[in-house]
Nanobody, 117 residues
C-alpha cells in the first residue's frame, strides 16, 4: 500500500500562481511514476503532468509552458508549480503514484484549486 498526502490547493485570481505538493509513503519501489491529474464535475479525470524517478516529464498540452512538475529533495515527493493560472484550471487536483512493473495506481484525496476571473 502507498499513501499520498497532498497540500497547497486554494483560491487565486487569474494570472496568479499556486504550488501543489504531494508526499508518498508506504511500500514504494525506487523506480516509479508520480503525477497530477485533475477533475471537474461531470468530466473525466484528466492528466496534468507526470514525472518518473528518472525525472522524465510529460505535460498536457493545456498546461505546457505554465505548469512545472518536479521532484523534491525528500524522497518520493512531487510538486506542481502552476503559473499564469486560468479559470479553466479550476478543478480538484489529485496526486498519483505507480511503481514501475506494477499496474496499481494510488491516488491522493484531492485538493481543490479555484481560479477566479
Amino acid at each position: 500500500q502507498v499513501q499520498l498526502v497532498e497540500s497547497g490547493g486554494g483560491w487565486v485570481q487569474a494570472g496568479g500562481s499556486l504550488t501543489l505538493s504531494c508526499a508518498a509513503s508506504g511500500s514504494i519501489r525506487s523506480r516509479n511514476h508520480m503525477g497530477w491529474y485533475r477533475q471537474t464535475p461531470g468530466k473525466q479525470r484528466e492528466l496534468v503532468a507526470t514525472i518518473t524517478s528518472a525525472l522524465s516529464t510529460t505535460y498536457a498540452d493545456s498546461v505546457k509552458g505554465r505548469f512545472t512538475i518536479s521532484r523534491g529533495n525528500v524522497k518520493n515527493t512531487v510538486f506542481l508549480q502552476m503559473n499564469s493560472l486560468k479559470p479553466e484550471d479550476t478543478a480538484v487536483y489529485y496526486c498519483t503514484f505507480r511503481s514501475f512493473g506494477t499496474s496499481t495506481d494510488y491516488w491522493g484525496q484531492g485538493t481543490q484549486v479555484t481560479v477566479s476571473s
